[in-house]
């Protein structure tokens, strides 16, 4: 049980909020003399010494006051949190907005305000780094305590917790969707006149960092960022051939940021990692580099290290960072590859309730409807990468219940900010989001029917699939149906998951289910080679245009066609052979802007190889999967030890390749 409190304090103790012994030991108290402080006062204490009717008329006059000032704001800008005072030195803005520095020394770190004022009240103006040792580190009391206050304000979105079913505070709110942060600072406010460098952003995303991590930042050069026309550049060929398929960035608020020269570092190098994978080799030696892998490498372990250290602390900005990082396919035994960082993505979507419906929510239908664009993109990235690398999908669409996408969505999160280098949106880009959201509902409800270990077998569930395809291919919008669009970018790329789809409905689990009423090798074959002829297509375009969630169609296909030229499952096993290496030739193309690219043409090279082998042998059994007893199996034992470690790695598995192609168990 905790101690009686002190009848009196001395002033120290009372401004550091700790148990003083004066009125027991006299001044000066203990800790006074552990200080070697003599000015030991007493503090007189006001409790019961005023009129509190009188305190809690000003209350409520004060409250209302603010009230009217916050219904004179603009509709999308929020009231400004109050900063604490620091003692004897009034917070004043800078007089010169930072800007954003190209060097990698001497950059200060952004402190709460809680944290300015103890290290500039403090005799040692030491910061602690580890906030769990700060007294005045934000805590949940103090997060429960600012969102009891200010819950009748508009919602941050940057800012947003999502309280689930489950929490107790959920039956006290008309929404799960709060804003818990009892620390809120704006970017002018962060800077003083001892950190006029800071790099800084909506949120404060720079924690309380020790000296060796900023050892670390400066020397993996986390804060040096390419010249000003080179980063103009990536940033131009980003929002040109990455955010129409990825509008994850409200391009306003991006180009308003970067124009004031507090835009976070880690979504500065998310943005410029990504435009890596889709931009010509001019922009890659514009920026220095001399080939596009280290250049992705480069940006990519900048944006790795700030997100490790937990260096921002916008929740969207690092959502943001961590889809446009899930382009990084990495290595064989790497942790760290695409559906880790989807996986990451999912969780802060979690917790900022990007899965539940906002209709109840008091926020700004703009920020609707940006989580509703960042869920939806990260739900067909995840549906997408899953099926390619052959592993389960993250999302359950049976938990959530976010609203659909709208025209209305992409007008209010997606304005033109009016400079060429930030893009300028199309009426297709918008089109073409919506349909993939309905797809990528479809393609789960698939996986679940197909791939699920416990879901049974059914030849009519196969076709109510496909019938559900066809009335939403019936219903597509004139813009970007394929058939009469034949060259649309957005068009042909629907066309492909359209036909991806289509191959995950009737395609075979393993060459001996060939024959299985579920499967029908024949619309999978037509799927195949119209996934192989809008792959030549987009080839004759240019690499750098084609969507990362696309390239995962071309690995089924080319299965599909494989079989069909291993086993003559067709009248014209000839043609599925060029279309075959159509597809190879497209992706021997894309070996820089898709990572998956080299391991996938290695193991169908491989399998050429063991076809080839195998037809020079006369005394080779055949391969046919319709035969009985004549099955040879090649594994993994089969491969030069420069292929083994793709039969460690993810997907899909080099033995689910053989089983597929090959058959066996």
């Given at each position: 049980?905790?101690?009686?409190?002190?009848?009196?304090?001395?002033?120290?103790?009372?401004?550091?909020?700790?148990?003083?012994?004066?009125?027991?030991?006299?001044?000066?108290?203990?800790?006074?003399k552990?200080?070697?402080?003599?000015?030991c006062?007493?503090?007189t204490?006001?409790?019961?010494?005023?009129?509190r009717?009188?305190?809690?008329?000003?209350?409520?006059?004060?409250?209302?006051?603010?009230?009217?000032?916050?219904?004179?704001?603009q509709?999308?800008?929020?009231?400004?949190?109050?900063?604490?005072?620091?003692?004897?030195?009034?917070?004043?803005?800078?007089?010169?907005?930072?800007?954003?520095?190209r060097?990698?020394?001497?950059l200060?770190?952004?402190?709460?305000?809680a944290?300015?004022?103890?290290?500039?009240?403090?005799?040692?103006?030491?910061?602690?780094?580890?906030?769990?040792?700060?007294?005045?580190?934000?805590?949940?009391?103090?997060?429960?305590?600012?969102f009891?206050k200010?819950?009748?304000?508009?919602?941050?979105?940057?800012?947003?917790?999502?309280?689930?079913?489950?929490?107790?505070?959920?039956?006290?709110?008309k929404?799960?969707?709060?804003?818990?942060?009892?620390?809120?600072?704006?970017?002018?406010?962060?800077?003083?006149?001892?950190?006029?460098?800071?790099?800084?952003?909506?949120?404060?995303?720079?924690?309380?960092?020790d000296?060796?991590?900023?050892?670390?930042?400066?020397?993996?050069?986390?804060?040096?960022l390419?010249?000003?026309?080179?980063?103009?550049?990536?940033?131009?060929?980003?929002?040109?051939?990455?955010?129409?398929?990825?509008?994850?960035?409200?391009?306003?608020?991006f180009?308003?940021?970067?124009?004031?020269?507090?835009?976070?570092?880690?979504?500065?190098?998310?943005?410029?990692?990504?435009a890596?994978?889709?931009?010509?080799?001019?922009?890659?030696y514009?920026a220095?580099?001399?080939?596009?892998?280290?250049?992705?490498?480069?940006?990519?372990?900048?944006?790795?290290?700030?997100?490790?250290?937990?260096?921002?602390?916008?929740?969207?900005?690092?959502?943001?960072?961590?889809?446009?990082?899930s382009?990084?396919?990495?290595?064989?035994?790497d942790?760290?590859?695409?559906?880790?960082?989807?996986?990451?993505?999912?969780?802060?979507?979690?917790?900022?309730?990007?899965?539940?419906?906002?209709?109840?929510?008091?926020?700004?239908?703009?920020?609707?409807?940006?989580?509703?664009?960042?869920?939806?993109?990260?739900?067909?990235?995840?549906?997408?990468s899953?099926?390619?690398?052959g592993?389960?999908?993250?999302?359950?669409?049976?938990?959530?219940?976010?609203?659909?996408?709208?025209?209305?969505?992409?007008?209010?999160?997606?304005?033109?900010?009016?400079e060429?280098?930030?893009?300028?949106?199309?009426?297709?880009?918008?089109?073409?989001?919506?349909e993939?959201?309905?797809?990528?509902?479809?393609?789960?409800?698939?996986?679940?029917?197909?791939c699920?270990?416990?879901?049974?077998?059914?030849?009519?569930?196969?076709?109510?699939?496909y019938?559900?395809?066809?009335?939403?291919?019936?219903?597509?919008?004139?813009?970007?149906?394929?058939?009469?669009?034949?060259?649309?970018?957005?068009?042909?790329?629907?066309?492909?998951?359209?036909?991806?789809h289509v191959?995950?409905?009737?395609?075979?689990?393993?060459?001996?289910?060939?024959?299985?009423?579920?499967?029908?090798v024949?619309?999978?074959?037509?799927?195949?080679?119209?996934?192989?002829?809008?792959?030549?297509?987009?080839?004759?375009?240019?690499?750098?245009?084609?969507?990362?969630?696309?390239?995962g169609?071309?690995v089924?296909?080319?299965?599909?066609?494989?079989?069909?030229?291993?086993?003559?499952l067709?009248?014209?096993?000839?043609?599925s052979l060029?279309?075959?290496?159509?597809?190879?030739?497209?992706?021997?193309?894309?070996e820089?802007?898709?990572?998956?690219?080299?391991?996938?043409?290695?193991?169908?090279?491989?399998?050429?190889?063991?076809?080839?082998?195998?037809?020079?042998?006369?005394a080779?059994?055949?391969?046919?999967?319709?035969?009985?007893?004549?099955?040879?199996?090649?594994?993994?034992?089969?491969?030069?030890?420069?292929?083994?470690?793709?039969?460690?790695?993810?997907?899909?598995?080099?033995?689910?390749?053989?089983?597929?192609?090959?058959?066996?168990?």
């Amino acid at each position: 049980m905790p101690g009686a409190r002190s009848s009196k304090a001395c002033l120290s103790c009372h401004v550091s909020k700790v148990k003083c012994d004066v009125s027991e030991t006299g001044p000066p108290c203990s800790r006074c003399k552990k200080r070697g402080l003599s000015d030991c006062n007493t503090f007189t204490s006001r409790r019961g010494t005023y009129d509190r009717k009188e305190w809690k008329r000003k209350r409520q006059q004060k409250e209302q006051q603010q009230g009217k000032e916050e219904a004179g704001l603009q509709p999308h800008e929020q009231p400004a949190t109050k900063k604490p005072k620091v003692s004897g030195q009034p917070a004043e803005p800078p007089d010169k907005i930072p800007k954003i520095s190209r060097e990698p020394a001497r950059l200060p770190v952004a402190q709460s305000p809680a944290q300015s004022s103890s290290s500039s009240g403090s005799s040692t103006g030491a910061v602690s780094s580890s906030l769990d040792d700060d007294p005045n580190a934000e805590t949940w009391g103090v997060v429960v305590e600012y969102f009891l206050k200010k819950r009748k304000s508009k919602i941050k979105k940057s800012l947003v917790t999502y309280l689930g079913e489950s929490s107790p505070l959920s039956s006290l709110l008309k929404s799960g969707h709060i804003q818990l942060n009892g620390v809120e600072q704006d970017a002018s406010e962060s800077n003083n006149n001892n950190n006029s460098n800071l790099i800084a952003n909506e949120a404060s995303p720079a924690s309380v960092t020790d000296e060796v991590e900023m050892q670390i930042f400066e020397q993996r050069g986390c804060f040096r960022l390419p010249k000003k026309s080179a980063l103009e550049t990536l940033f131009k060929f980003y929002f040109e051939n990455v955010h129409p398929f990825n509008p994850v960035v409200n391009r306003m608020w991006f180009a308003n940021k970067y124009r004031e020269g507090i835009l976070s570092h880690l979504l500065i190098h998310s943005v410029c990692f990504a435009a890596c994978y889709h931009c010509p080799m001019s922009a890659i030696y514009e920026a220095e580099f001399s080939t596009r892998r280290q250049a992705k490498v480069s940006f990519y372990s900048k944006a790795k290290t700030l997100f490790d250290c937990n260096y921002e602390k916008d929740k969207l900005v690092a959502i943001q960072s961590c889809i446009l990082l899930s382009f990084w396919g990495g290595k064989p035994n790497d942790v760290w590859n695409s559906r880790t960082w989807l996986g990451v993505a999912f969780s802060i979507a979690e917790d900022l309730g990007m899965h539940r419906s906002t209709e109840n929510t008091d926020m700004h239908p703009a920020d609707k409807s940006h989580f509703r664009i960042i869920w939806w993109c990260l739900c067909s990235h995840d549906i997408l990468s899953s099926l390619t690398i052959g592993r389960p999908p993250k999302v359950t669409f049976e938990r959530c219940d976010a609203e659909k996408l709208t025209l209305e969505d992409f007008a209010q999160a997606d304005e033109d900010p009016g400079e060429p280098i930030f893009g300028f949106r199309e009426i297709e880009q918008s089109f073409y989001h919506i349909e993939v959201s309905k797809l990528t509902m479809m393609l789960h409800q698939v996986f679940m029917a197909r791939c699920d270990p416990r879901s049974p077998r059914s030849a009519t569930l196969n076709q109510a699939q496909y019938d559900q395809l066809l009335a939403w291919q019936a219903e597509l919008p004139p813009r970007i149906d394929w058939n009469t669009h034949r060259d649309s970018l957005f068009a042909l790329c629907l066309r492909i998951l359209y036909h991806n789809h289509v191959l995950y409905i009737f395609r075979p689990r393993t060459a001996d289910s060939i024959t299985e009423d579920d499967c029908s090798v024949e619309k999978s074959l037509v799927s195949a080679s119209e996934i192989a002829l809008a792959a030549s297509k987009l080839s004759m375009m240019s690499m750098t245009k084609v969507p990362q969630h696309v390239y995962g169609s071309f690995v089924m296909s080319m299965v599909i066609l494989a079989m069909d030229s291993r086993y003559n499952l067709s009248s014209s096993p000839d043609a599925s052979l060029m279309q075959l290496q159509i597809c190879k030739m497209v992706l021997s193309q894309s070996e820089g802007n898709w990572d998956h690219s080299q391991w996938v043409l290695k193991v169908f090279d491989r399998l050429v190889e063991q076809s080839n082998d195998e037809a020079d042998t006369p005394a080779q059994p055949s391969l046919s999967p319709m035969a009985a007893n004549d099955n040879y199996q090649p594994n993994a034992s089969d491969l030069d030890p420069s292929m083994q470690s793709l039969v460690d790695f993810c997907a899909p598995e080099y033995n689910d390749i053989f089983k597929i192609i090959f058959g066996g168990e």
